[in-house]
């Protein structure tokens, strides 16, 4: 069993950054695929980033460029380093874990799942 904790989250201007970390505890996650998904109000939860076991990365179209997903598993951390944000990426950011190659296009069909952070972008 794994458990994810996601932190980081909270209120920043347009133009500015914030770093999401999320903690595993229970299992190493150097044995999981990672994802970053995001859900803002009123929209479909989307996969923002995400990371293989090996260190690929992939990004969707509108975080490309600005958004980083990165592994620790010294630390048995997944991050995400956010720039330039933008008010459209307002949302609540979970991290997931899976044992597949990548992590599945829904969070809930991934092995694990956190509660989530709020991120909050003001213009």
């Known amino acids: 069993q794994v458990q994810l904790v996601e932190s980081g989250g909270g209120l920043v201007q347009a133009g500015g950054s914030l770093s999401l970390s999320c903690a595993a505890s229970?299992?190493?996650?150097?044995?999981?695929?990672m994802g970053w998904y995001r859900q803002a109000p009123g929209k479909q939860r989307e996969l923002v980033a995400a990371i293989t076991r090996g260190g690929f990365r992939n990004y969707t179209d509108s975080v490309k460029g600005r958004f980083t997903i990165s592994r620790d598993n010294v630390k048995n951390t997944v991050s995400l380093q956010m720039n330039s944000l933008k008010p459209e990426d307002t949302a609540v950011y979970y991290c997931a874990a899976d044992d597949s190659i990548w992590p599945h296009g829904s969070l809930y069909e991934n092995d694990y799942w956190g509660q989530g952070t709020q991120v909050t972008v003001s213009s």
């Open positions: 229970g299992r190493t996650l150097r044995n999981y695929a």
